[in-house]
């Protein structure tokens, strides 16, 4: 299953940014792991017609270099860090899609749309640059991404803003932000392919779009160098999207959650 909403969950990962700054799950010397395993899995309620909700399980894996990492399905090139300011070349694959057996014939039928005549919408590798800012008001995240496969040919922009509080012997963050997809990329994932069109699907094309969210994520060391982390986050899909002919209906938003425990060596 290829999952709208995988990709950001898995990026999310709360531990991949909390190893970095030190704490209680630290080494002798105060320097984070370089290394972190764990399991993990994902609730996620699907906005495809017919999928409705999975549990994914997943592997958790990140490496922190001193200036390469490896984080989820990410891995960067820090060219300039500093307390408060981080600046990185990245390369992130990118799981959006469907696998057209994964879709409900019934609910696309629904929507005018007969599954035999579609295909599947691919996996891809997205390149860019990720900025990081963080001080006593919060933290923000700005992600500037293109397809360098010609999947979908297009391009994403995001921004997150988010706020650490300690709770419970853990830190909780909680974040919203908005996502951009340009028309390419929009329209390869929403909407119907030319050659789709030419056997008599609808033409059906959202152009580009923006996806707001909010989430929570929480982050709580124990043990040693063992750390559980959760992420929960809804999208509110615009009514570009909402039309989709493959999209449930009457599905304005969606929801996921992420549990999953690591261990820093």
Avoid: C
């Amino acid at each position: 299953m290829k999952s709208l909403f995988f990709p950001a969950l898995v990026s999310l990962i709360a531990f991949n940014v909390s190893a970095q700054e030190g704490g209680p799950g630290d080494g002798p010397q105060g320097e984070p792991p370089r290394w972190g395993v764990g399991l993990g899995a994902i609730l996620n309620d699907s906005p495809y017609a017919g999928e409705g909700t999975r549990v994914l399980p997943i592997p958790l894996l990140t490496y922190q270099g001193e200036n390469f990492y490896f984080r989820g399905i990410t891995a960067g090139w820090t060219f300039t860090r500093s307390e408060s300011f981080e600046l990185s070349a990245i390369a992130k694959f990118r799981f959006d899609g469907f696998s057209v057996d994964d879709l409900g014939k019934e609910e696309l039928a629904s929507n005018g749309v007969y599954y035999q005549l579609l295909e599947d919408r691919d996996f891809g590798l997205d390149a860019g640059m990720n900025l990081k800012w963080s001080g006593s008001a919060g933290e923000i995240e700005v992600e500037l991404l293109a397809d360098i496969t010609d999947t979908s040919g297009g391009q994403e922009a995001s921004i997150q803003y988010g706020y650490p509080m300690q709770l419970g012997g853990g830190m909780l963050t909680p974040n919203a932000g908005v996502t951009w997809l340009s028309e390419d990329m929009a329209n390869y994932y929403y909407g119907t392919l030319d050659e789709e069109v030419a056997r008599g699907v609808i033409n059906y094309k959202p152009g580009a779009v923006t996806i707001p969210h909010v989430g929570i994520n929480y982050f709580r060391p124990f043990g040693n160098n063992w750390s559980l982390m959760t992420t929960v986050k809804y999208s509110m899909l615009p009514d570009e999207i909402q039309d989709s002919p493959f999209v449930e209906a009457d599905t304005s938003g969606s929801a996921s959650i992420l549990i999953g425990i690591a261990k820093g060596f």
